[in-house]
């Protein structure tokens, strides 16, 4: 039976491929906005990459859960490389909105979009995670408190997410509504491509820290073994 | 290069950045394993010698 690393090098090759097409498709074939112009342009890589740090963060609860009702090691890791990944790819978000925000606002950042507040929260939330891990001793309490943390951050996603359409806000754009994207086939096809693009670069990113994690701790008890 | 233009090159470049420095952080945690396991495997090879 083939170890789920041994895909990791066609699908980092189908990511790179993916992310190339999208590239293509951004900047080459999507017709320009006709209200923000080419500073649009940031939207086809910003949201999918939002959407992985949720996704992140919501896997990373599912795996915090897993180890809190099994005690199984494995399951503690694989929730802390998902909210990991998520803290990289929270940055991200903060990062490309803020540029997003200039052009389109004239303002690097805003207090009074609900979106922008409540995703802030729950990127410093998961921030605080990796300084509660590593205040506490490594084993199983550590991993426990990591896990019930995890848990509690994930309350936030909804929220976040949801936040545009509960709130009135008018700063932050909604592009997807009830009535469906509120975008062109061809701005729509970009994105979609741009999202399927991110999402397996995450999935890659996470199997290639996850094997490093790995290596480490076997390398550690290899090391405790001939001592 | 218009204003527009500049935002959305640094919007990229700050993704290309982040994702190479994270890329730079792997190789070189790969590069540490590789040499303590390569120690490991020379005192391994030192005790079956011994013994």
């Known amino acids: ?227 | 290069m218009s204003a527009g233009e500049k935002y959305v090159a640094a919007a990229y470049g700050v993704i290309f950045v982040v994702l190479l420095l994270w890329v730079v952080i792997i190789a070189a945690k790969l590069t540490r394993l590789e040499r303590e396991l390569a120690e490991l495997a020379g005192r391994a090879r030192e005790r079956r010698d011994d013994g």
């Open chain 1, 1 to 227: 039976m083939s170890s789920p690393n041994s895909r990791v090098p066609a699908l980092a090759a189908l990511a790179t491929v993916l992310v190339g097409a999208s590239l293509v498709l951004v900047f080459f074939v999507a017709p320009e906005d006709a209200d923000q112009g080419i500073s649009q342009r940031i939207f086809y890589f910003h949201v999918p990459i939002a959407l992985t740090a949720y996704a992140c963060f919501g896997w990373g609860a599912l795996k915090a859960l897993l180890y809190l009702w099994r005690k199984d090691d494995r399951y503690d890791l694989e929730s802390y490389v998902g909210i990991h990944l998520g803290t990289v790819f929270g940055s991200l978000t903060l990062l490309t909105g803020s540029i997003w925000a200039k052009a389109s606002w004239g303002i690097w950042w805003t207090w009074s979009s609900n979106q922008l507040v409540l995703f802030l929260v729950l990127f410093l939330f998961y921030a605080a995670y990796f300084m509660l891990r590593f205040s506490v001793e490594d084993g199983p309490r550590r991993s426990s408190l990591s896990a019930v943390y995890a848990l509690f951050g994930v309350v936030l996603v909804p929220v976040s997410f949801f936040a545009i359409r509960l709130a009135s806000d008018f700063i932050h754009p909604t592009v997807f509504n009830r009535e469906g994207p509120q975008m062109s086939g061809t701005m729509f096809a970009t994105f979609c491509v741009a999202w399927a693009a991110i999402t397996l670069l995450a999935y890659v990113l996470y199997r290639v820290e996850l094997a490093g994690k790995r290596l480490d701790l076997s390398v550690r008890e290899l090391r405790e073994a001939l001592a």
